[in-house]
């Protein structure tokens, strides 16, 4: 059983930093995928970055170059570093966990251009709001 809980979300003005912590546990198999998700008001949810147990990690465009993931060492707390926030980055942002031992565990890990990653992911967090101003 994972469990997932995410932190560090708040509000910045355009250009500005924040850093999302998602603590995990339950995660144990000897494959997995941690993404992050965002949701805005009015928008489709959309995943935007992942890391897998290796340490891969893949982003979808919109992100390249600004959004950072990363895990711990004991891989119990994964991390979103965002940097030159937008205003267009203000939403919802969940992490969620997908493993082997899930029936719907896609071993690829592939942020890039999936449009509906987010049907491959059983566990997630509650979700923590980033808001950005201009």
């Known amino acids: 059983q994972v469990q997932l809980v995410e932190s560090g979300g708040g509000s910045v003005q355009s250009g500005g930093s924040l850093r999302l912590s998602c603590a995990a546990s339950g995660l144990t198999a000897s494959r997995y995928c941690l993404g992050w998700f965002r949701q805005a008001p009015g928008k489709e949810r959309e995943g935007i970055a992942g890391i897998n147990k290796e340490g891969l990690t893949t982003y979808t465009e919109s992100v390249k170059g600004r959004f950072t993931v990363s895990q711990d060492s004991a891989k119990t707390t994964f991390y979103l570093q965002m940097n030159s926030l937008k205003p267009d980055d203000t939403a919802m942002y969940y992490c969620?966990?997908?493993?082997?031992?899930?029936?719907?565990?896609?071993?690829?890990?592939?942020?890039?251009?999936?449009?509906?990653?987010?049907?491959?992911?059983?566990?997630w967090g509650q979700g923590t709001q980033v808001t950005v101003s201009s």
């Open positions: 969620a966990a997908a493993q082997k031992s899930d029936p719907n565990f896609n071993p690829s890990c592939n942020f890039d251009g999936s449009k509906y990653i987010h049907l491959g992911f059983r566990d």
